[in-house]
């Protein structure tokens, strides 16, 4: 099997291992106790502090660990919002940010606050402006990632934290993706990170509040982590987590280089073996070991199973494979196409044959697909059907709206308009990109019996 | 070294460890994943909760994993008060609860609602006339331990709930302390526990709501864990924590009456061997491996060093040990002496031998902490000083404020008042003691400057 999904779960790293295995006969004991057993686990605790706030680049008192990179942005966000409660309620946030972000700021508009989200482009990317734009006089936090988790794309995070620093409201990094690879640079006031994402064992995040920021932790605490983690300290897997953070660190300017010649490679040819396929995310500042890429007239939860079944885990951002049933918020908000969606995110050590196996496979793998679902042919010029203004996909789940589409369009004359009727969330997304990939006229949506009509002008 | 404190945390059990490693190479993935090592991890989480939820006595569906037994409390007091927020904003919780519940209790305060705290019987169980007593028609939760951490005493939880299920409110209870021994009886409507209470790792505990029970989920949340438990599933942990759940079941029936008998032993034998000592907690309705006895005249501190230098590992009520300087919550609700307080709670396995070790040092090393701190040999009868009516002990910390009363109380005549001045919390609840111990007569107190007056009579 060729694990193809690091940025949902690393497998653990052998040094992680050892740690754990180490940390459970040392670091069982409760550390608040005065006993050797309780004295050996603070120990280690506050080796594993140090450890983790070198590799961060912050000082052990402004780091906590927590019970996973979600729980340190729920604490993070929540605490440094009530910590400037004064100043005012408003939150700032990317439209592309992980769902713990966007949770914690659906919880805040709850509760009254107002936020705003930061536009993205086409790449995944904010821009610093947008942060600026955003900002208002009772902004009491600003969040961004260092890099988006379904695309890869890196976030301009030390000039987004300048024009933050500049009105005097702390930006919270959500640094889960990028973290292994090296610390974040600028003058971030939060930080939130998850160890499984580096290769450490799950149950285990980390928040590092700047001594300068305002901070009021919220809900029930102990004087566990500085008040700011309730519970237990999971010391074993603590040791684990850091232990793994620096061999990672140690290994990732050389597999860094080697991972993004992989995923160039994934990148470049890619489209070129498969017919109707949108590359996205940007091709130059981005994570090394992350791929997207989206596939018209193919079905998300299909492909994955197709490319399970020839032994490759990868993920999708596609509406088809999520149980909400609505394409994946990072690819709505760059505009790109998000079915067929498919996310290769390699781990470190991927083998180069794996990676060649996947582009061996893939092609084959999405005509197959794309014939089950009886999609149209690349490149063919079907005889013109007899013209067709209205496409009736009501009922129809991602991507047959598309095809349906498709399979019309060669029966449309040139400037003239087709009606896609759907009633899929995804068609407001897929039709547009459509349009864009292939040269089309979007000219726009408007209600209809049942659901939504999409109009799309034929040009050439 | 003979550990001696398995109410903070017991040592991970040799079948928890094997089960961790099994599940570290099968179980790190997403289980929310579609592909095979997403599946594998989905199929090891969903067998643990069938399990667990045998252990508890409950449906899988009704029992959710989280990253501790404190988040699981903290979890499930926040949202079984969300869910019944309509009939009103009142709970009820015992004066002996874990703190977890006690923070929980005054977040809830904090927010505008009414706590009401039940009080325990001298040997730290409630009644549950008590429980009858402080239901309200706005009563949204009750919350009662199976058995108390500190003292080991067992709730009469069957008997509360039923009063409570007959008010139609919903009881939480806390069975940190008693799962490991088995389910906890009675119409309960949710359960919190702690994996590493029973020879789990650390970084699981359990939430179990019953169907019936209106419960909000507070804060961020995602789809995992039904939307009660944000964050990665730690499914290593889980299955580790339930693989020892089972096992320590296994072994209950036969280690509970061993460990009572050495328990018994440390009740009936340290009274004995120890002057001025007072065994608390219930002797018959409580929990098989702890026993809990404080000693006159003693700095909890020094004996739990003086203990671990001996080789014993064992924990401390007393306020000289806590970072708050204030005595333990539970011993001051029970009004029992709390200066010189030892809890040993045995881990199941533990030695007889290493019991009679503990009996045979105990006397000397309690004898040699007195003996530094000039605490006034016991059963001697010093001859008679002048009359001391005021003892100043005004900036002296716990236990000298109660040894120089010791000091001063023969040169009391009998029916005479001593005035004891200390502006130690700690005495508020040692001076009442002491004259329960001595049998004289404790009068009360009274302010005075910097500090407090203390007033006893000698009665013999």
Redo the contacts between chains.
């Keep these: ?1 060729a ?1 193809f ?1 690091a940025a ?2 690393a ?2 790293h052998p040094v992680a ?1 050892q740690a ?2 180490a940390a ?1 006969d040392d670091g ?3 550390p608040a ?6 004295r050996k686990a603070r120990m280690l605790l506050d080796a594993a502090r140090e450890a983790a706030a070198e590799a961060v680049g912050c000082r052990a008192d402004e780091l906590v660990f927590t ?5 340190a942005v ?1 604490t993070g966000v ?1 605490g440094a919002l009530a910590g400037r409660r004064r100043v005012g309620r408003h939150l700032i946030v990317s439209a592309v940010e992980h ?2 972000v966007l ?2 700021a ?2 805040f508009e709850a509760e009254g606050g107002s936020v705003t989200q930061v536009p993205v482009h086409r790449t995944g990317a904010v821009s610093p402006s947008g942060y600026a734009a955003a900002l208002r006089t009772d902004t009491a936090l600003a969040v961004l990632q260092s890099a988006n988790h379904e695309v890869g794309t890196a976030q301009p995070v030390a000039e987004v934290a300048e024009v933050c620093r500049a009105a005097g409201v702390p930006l919270l990094v959500d640094a889960a993706q990028s973290l292994g690879w090296g610390p974040v640079e600028g003058g971030w006031s939060l930080l939130a990170a ?1 160890a ?1 994402k580096w290769g450490g ?3 285990v ?1 980390l928040l590092v509040v700047r001594k300068r920021v305002r901070f009021a932790a919220q ?5 566990r982590e500085s008040g700011r983690a ?8 603590v040791v684990a987590a850091v232990a793994s953070l620096r061999a990672v660190r140690a290994e990732a300017a050389q597999e860094s280089v080697r991972l993004r010649e992989l995923t160039e490679r994934i990148r470049a040819r890619v489209p070129r073996l498969v017919p109707e396929v949108e590359v996205v995310g940007d091709p130059e500042h981005r994570l090394p070991g992350i791929v997207t890429f989206s596939c018209l007239y193919v079905d998300g ?1 299909t492909l ?2 197709e ?2 079944r020839e032994g ?4 999708s951002g596609s509406s088809c ?1 999520s ?1 909400t049933l609505t394409p994946s918020h990072v690819l709505k908000a760059m505009g790109v196409l998000s079915e067929g969606n498919v996310r290769v995110s390699l781990p470190p050590g991927t083998a180069e044959e794996d990676v060649e196996r996947f582009l061996a496979v893939l092609p084959g793998v999405v005509a197959g697909v794309r014939d089950k679902l009886g999609a149209p042919a690349a490149e063919t010029s079907a005889a013109p059907e007899p013209a067709v203004l209205v496409v009736d996909a009501l009922g129809k789940r991602c991507p047959i709206p598309v095809i349906e589409l498709a399979k019309a369009f060669p029966g449309v004359p040139v400037g003239g308009t087709v009606r896609v009727l759907s009633d899929d969330e995804a068609a407001r997304l897929d039709i547009p990109a459509w349009c864009e990939m292939r040269g089309q006229e979007y000219v726009g949506e408007e209600p209809a019996d049942g659901g939504t009509a999409y109009l799309v002008r034929r040009l050439d």
Tied chains: 1, 2.
């Design positions: 099997m694990y999904d949902s779960a497998p653990l291992r754990l295995l459970l069982w004991a409760d106790r005065l006993y050797r057993e309780g019970p996973s990179g979600t729980r729920h929540a769902s713990s949770h914690s659906e919880v998850s499984h064992p799950s149950g995040g809900g029930p605490a102990d004087e309730p519970g237990f300290e999971n010391i074993p897997a939860e994955l199973h490319l399970d490759f885990a990868v993920s494979t149980s």
